[in-house]
C-alpha cells in the first residue's frame, strides 16, 4: 500500500503502538505466594470441600461476584468454557433451540451446539451492534430455551427489554459479558442481568490472567450446577458418601496461580476502565465534526467499557469504500478493523451444518427448521460486516489524549485528500 502513503508528507503516526503489559507487583507477588505453598490447583475430583477448589479459587468467585453484585461466582479456565457450561446448566439439549446474536465471537455460538441444541440468529440493533429486542419474538418457537445475550464491543445490550421478554416466554437469559466487564445500565452491572453471566479472563480482555472464565448467577441450583460440570460432574455437592456422576461434566477448573492474577486484576478494571472512558469520551466528542463517521451511541443510562471502539462509516459520505478509507488510515499509522465478526451463520459449519461428521447433528433433530443460515436472515449484521463498521483500538494503554488527537488528524487528512483516493481505488480495486 505504498501508493497511500504517498497521500502527502509523512504519516501522521510513524510508530506502532506497543501493547502493554499490566502485569505489575502486585500480580507477580500474588503468583508467587501461590508457588511457595506448592499447591498450585486444589481442586480434587471427589466428594468434600476439595471438589470446590481451593483458596485463591474461592477467593476470585467471592471477589467476581461481590464487585459486580451476584451472589455466587463459579471460576472456570476460559469463557468459552463458561458459555458451555452455562448453557448446560440450564439443562438445554437435543432438540431446543437457543437464540443469540450473530455479531459475536463464535464461542456464544458454539457453546449451544456443544451442547447439541441449535443456535438460532437474531439481528442486532444498528446504533449499538446488540441484539435488537424487538427481533426476538419473530424466532421463538415452542423449542426455544434460552436467549444468549452478548454484550458486545463493551456496551451493555438492552438487557431489561430482553429480561421482560424472557419473562413472557419461560426462557433462560445468559449474558455473554467477555467484553464488557464494569460496563452498566443504570447503576447496575452487565452481567448481573441474566440468569447466567460469563466474564473472560483471555489475555486480549480488559483484564486478564492469561486465560480463564467465571460465571455469575443468583440461583443456588444453577450455580451449583455449573460447579458439577466444572468438575467432571461426578460427585454430590452434599455430603453424601456416594460416587456418581450426576452431570456430563468437564475439567474446567481454574488453577489457583490464574485465580491469584485474576483477584489483582479485577482490582485494578476500574482505573483501566476510567483511563479507557476518558480517551472514549475525547474521541466521541471529536468525531461529531466529521461527516459519515458515527462515533458510539451511548443510550441514556449506559455506561461503555470499551472493549473497543467502534465507528460506523458511511461510503456515500465519503467516496470511497471502507476498505479504501482503512487502508489509508493503516498508511498513516493507525491500522482499524473492518466489520468485526463475520456474522456467525455464514460460516461454513453453518452453512453446511457439518459439526459432528456428516449426520448434519443438531440440526437434522428440528423437523422444520425456523432458519436456514442464508444470507438475509440478519440484515444488519450483514451490512455492519461487509460495508458500514470500522473498529479502533485507541481507547487503551499506552494511548493518551494526544494519541486521539493524531488519530483525529489522520482522519482529517484522508477526508482532505479523498479525491486522491478516489483515483486510486478506481485504478487499484475495482469494486465488484
Ligand atoms: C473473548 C470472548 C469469548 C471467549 O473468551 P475466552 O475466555 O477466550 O474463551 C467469548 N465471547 C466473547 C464475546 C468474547 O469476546
Redesign the pocket.
Known amino acids: 500500500m505504498s501508493d497511500l502513503a504517498l497521500l502527502g508528507g509523512e504519516p501522521v503516526r510513524q510508530h506502532a503502538i506497543p501493547w502493554v503489559n499490566t502485569m505489575g507487583i502486585e500480580e507477580k507477588q500474588a503468583v508467587m505466594e501461590v508457588m511457595e505453598k506448592g499447591s498450585l490447583s486444589a481442586f480434587i475430583g471427589r466428594a468434600g470441600e476439595g471438589f470446590l477448589g481451593g483458596a485463591k479459587v474461592r477467593e476470585i468467585e467471592h471477589a467476581f461476584a461481590e464487585k459486580f453484585g451476584s451472589t455466587y461466582g463459579i471460576s472456570v479456565n476460559?469463557?468459552?468454557t463458561a458459555?458451555h457450561t452455562a448453557v448446560a446448566a440450564c439443562e438445554i439439549g437435543p432438540g431446543d433451540e437457543v437464540l443469540v446474536t450473530p455479531f459475536?465471537?463464535v464461542?456464544?455460538a458454539s457453546a449451544i451446539l456443544m451442547n447439541n441444541a441449535v443456535p438460532i440468529f437474531v439481528d442486532i440493533d444498528e446504533d449499538t451492534y446488540n441484539l435488537n429486542p424487538k427481533e426476538i419474538e419473530k424466532w421463538i418457537t415452542p423449542r426455544t430455551k434460552a436467549i444468549i445475550v452478548?454484550n458486545?464491543l463493551g456496551l451493555p445490550a438492552f438487557l431489561p427489554q430482553i429480561m421482560q421478554l424472557a419473562v413472557k416466554h419461560n426462557l433462560y437469559v445468559i449474558e455473554?459479558n467477555?467484553?464488557a466487564p464494569g460496563a452498566s445500565i443504570d447503576g447496575k452491572y452487565a452481567g448481573t442481568f441474566g440468569h447466567l453471566s460469563v466474564f473472560?479472563?483471555?489475555y486480549?480482555?480488559i483484564i486478564h490472567s492469561g486465560?480463564g472464565?467465571l460465571i455469575l448467577t443468583n440461583d443456588a441450583d444453577l450455580a451449583r450446577r455449573c460447579q458439577l460440570i466444572r468438575n467432571h460432574g461426578e460427585m454430590v455437592l452434599d455430603d453424601e458418601e456416594d460416587y456418581d456422576t450426576v452431570a456430563l461434566g468437564n475439567n474446567y477448573r481454574m488453577t489457583e496461580l490464574h485465580a491469584a492474577i485474576g483477584i489483582e486484576q479485577l482490582k485494578k478494571l476500574d482505573g483501566f476502565l476510567v483511563e479507557r472512558r476518558r480517551l472514549a469520551s475525547l474521541l466521541s466528542f471529536e468525531l461529531k465534526r466529521f461527516e459519515g463517521l458515527q462515533g458510539v451511541f451511548l443510550p441514556d443510562g449506559y455506561e461503555h467499557a470499551y472493549y473497543v471502539y467502534p465507528i460506523q462509516y458511511d461510503k456515500e459520505e465519503w467516496g470511497i469504500s471502507r476498505k479504501t478509507f482503512a487502508e489509508a488510515m493503516k498508511a498513516e499509522g493507525f491500522p482499524l478493523g473492518q466489520g468485526y465478526q463475520k456474522p456467525i451463520y455464514l460460516h461454513p459449519m453453518y452453512q453446511h451444518k457439518k459439526v459432528y461428521n456428516q449426520t448434519q447433528y443438531p440440526f437434522s433433530l428440528i423437523e422444520q427448521p425456523v432458519q436456514d443460515y442464508k444470507r438475509g436472515i440478519c440484515p444488519v449484521a450483514e451490512q455492519m460486516y461487509d460495508e458500514r463498521l470500522l473498529i479502533a483500538d485507541v481507547c487503551r494503554r499506552p494511548f493518551q489524549p494526544d494519541d486521539i488527537r493524531d488519530f483525529l488528524d489522520a482522519v482529517r487528512k484522508v477526508w482532505n485528500e479523498r479525491g486522491k483516493l478516489y483515483d486510486y481505488e478506481k485504478n487499484h480495486m475495482p469494486l465488484t
Do not use: P, R, V, W
Open positions: 476460559s469463557a468459552t458459555l459475536t465471537m464461542a456464544s452478548a458486545i455473554d467477555a467484553q473472560s479472563l483471555n486480549h480482555k486465560e472464565g
